[in-house]
T-cell receptor, first 114, second 113 residues
Framework: DTGVSQDPRHKITKRGQNVTFRCDPI?????LYWYRQTLGQGPEFLTY????????KSRLLSDRFSAERPKGSFSTLEIQRTEQGDSAMYLC????????????FGPGTRLTVL | EDQVTQSPEALRLQEGESSSLNCSYT??????LFWYRQDPGKGPEFLFT???AGEEKEKERLKATLTKKESFLHITAPKPEDSATYLC??????????????FGKGTHLIIQP
């Protein structure tokens, strides 16, 4: 399977703990995106990378959130001091710059903050 | 700010009963309009990209069309396996994220046998 992969698929944590998610994009894709989706809503854009550069951050991305993409390959999204409001599905997508901007999504990481 | 509104929120059809889903959008400059299908607990699955008014694309029982203000996803003779949430998204030249997509809330479609 050469699609976008995410790990873990599910994460349960206690309020105040830090969590980190990983995303591996489609191998030839140089753009990588993070979204958050809550129940009954569409995905909301958080941030994106072109290669290793983080080019844009949404105002939804508070100071407790940080994303990295070392060497322009996989990416990590860390949430510090988790709050119950952080409970959501965190989706990663990738695309190839210069093409039709089609973004392909991974299966997501379901975060539950108790 | 880009806005996407999808209607209806939910739709229940009998197998073989054709219908259309609506996506109304407001953007400062449209780069692309995207349709995705999402099954429960899974990530969105890409269906179509439309770029300019008058454009149409088809895939099996699905056909997407685009005007300057809205897009329609037409479902012809649906089957139970077409049951899913259908998401519409736009990408603009000056939206909330220059490359990020702005999604609607989706239409939850149920096809009864």
């Amino acid at each position: 399977d050469t699609g976008v992969s995410q790990d873990p698929r599910h994460k349960i944590t206690k309020r105040g703990q830090n969590v980190t998610f990983r995303c591996d994009p489609i191998s030839e894709h140089n753009r990588l995106y993070w979204y958050r989706q809550t129940l009954g809503q569409g995905p909301e854009f958080l941030t994106y990378f072109q290669n290793e550069a983080q080019l844009e951050k949404s105002r939804l991305l508070s100071d407790r959130f940080s994303a990295e993409r070392p060497k322009g390959s996989f990416s990590t999204l860390e949430i510090q001091r988790t709050e119950q409001g952080d409970s959501a599905m965190y989706l990663c997508a990738s695309s190839r710059a210069g093409t039709s901007n089609e973004q392909f999504f991974g299966p997501g990481t379901r975060l539950t903050v108790l | 700010e880009d806005q996407v509104t999808q209607s209806p929120e939910a739709l229940r059809l009998q197998e073989g009963e054709s219908s259309s889903l609506n996506c109304s959008y407001t953007v400062s400059g449209l780069r692309g309009l995207f349709w995705y299908r999402q099954d429960p607990g899974k990530g969105p699955e890409f269906l179509f990209t439309l770029y300019s008014a008058g454009e149409e694309k088809e895939k099996e029982r699905l056909k997407a069309t685009l005007t300057k203000k809205e897009s329609f996803l037409h479902i012809t003779a649906p089957k139970p396996e077409d049951s899913a949430t259908y998401l519409c998204a736009v990408q603009s030249y000056s939206g909330g994220g220059a490359d990020g997509l702005t999604f609607g809330k989706g239409t939850h479609l149920i096809i009864q046998p």
